[in-house]
C-alpha cells in the first residue's frame, strides 16, 4: 500500500525513490485520510517542472509539523530511474517523498484519477479526503498560487 511505502520514506534528508504502480498511487487517493495530499507530477526532462519543484519543496518545510504532505510522482521512464531520477533527487536534496509511476500508457489512468486532466505535466492535485476537498491544477504554479491553494484548503 502506498500509505505505508510514503511512510517508511526517510524524512530528513535526500532519499531514494521508490517505483509504484497506478493501483498504489489510486490507493493514496481514495485512502479516508484527514491530511491535504498535494501530489505533483513532474519529470526530469521537464523544463517548467524542474522550475517549480523548489516550491513544493519549500511547502514541504514550511507545512511540516501540519496535516499536508508532498508527494512528487515521477513520470520519467522506470528505465531511466537509476541513471536519471535518483541522481537528480540526490543532486537537488529533495526531502519530499519521491516516487516514480511505472506506467507506460497514460491513456490507461489518467481519467482514472482526473478526468480534466490531458496528461500534460506539471501538474498538481491536493486533497484532504476525509474532509472531501480536491483541486486540480494542469500547469505550471508560482509559489504563491501553490501556497495559496494550500492555505485555502486547510482554512475549510
Not at 491530511?35 to 519549500?58: H, Q, R, S
Not at 529533495?94 to 480534466?116: A, C, R, Y
Amino acid at each position: 500500500m502506498l500509505v505505508l511505502l510514503l511512510a517508511a520514506l526517510p524524512t530528513t534528508r535526500a532519499q531514494d525513490v521508490k517505483v509504484i504502480k497506478f493501483k498504489e498511487l489510486q490507493q493514496l487517493r481514495r485512502q479516508p485520510h484527514d491530511t491535504l495530499y498535494v501530489v505533483n507530477f513532474w519529470a526530469t526532462w521537464c523544463k517548467p517542472c524542474i522550475k517549480e519543484l523548489p516550491y513544493f519543496e519549500t511547502a514541504n518545510t514550511q507545512y511540516k509539523g501540519r496535516p499536508v504532505r508532498v508527494v512528487l510522482v515521477s513520470m520519467d521512464a522506470a528505465e531511466d530511474l537509476e541513471k536519471r531520477v535518483k541522481p537528480f533527487v540526490q543532486r537537488r536534496g529533495i526531502q519530499s517523498d519521491v516516487v516514480l509511476l511505472d506506467e507506460v500508457d497514460g491513456n490507461t489512468w489518467i481519467d482514472k484519477l482526473e478526468p480534466k486532466w490531458s496528461g500534460a505535466i506539471p501538474a498538481t492535485m491536493l486533497f484532504n479526503n476525509k474532509r472531501r476537498q480536491y483541486e486540480f491544477k494542469e500547469g505550471e504554479m508560482t509559489q504563491e498560487e501553490l501556497n495559496s491553494l494550500i492555505e485555502q484548503l486547510l482554512a475549510s
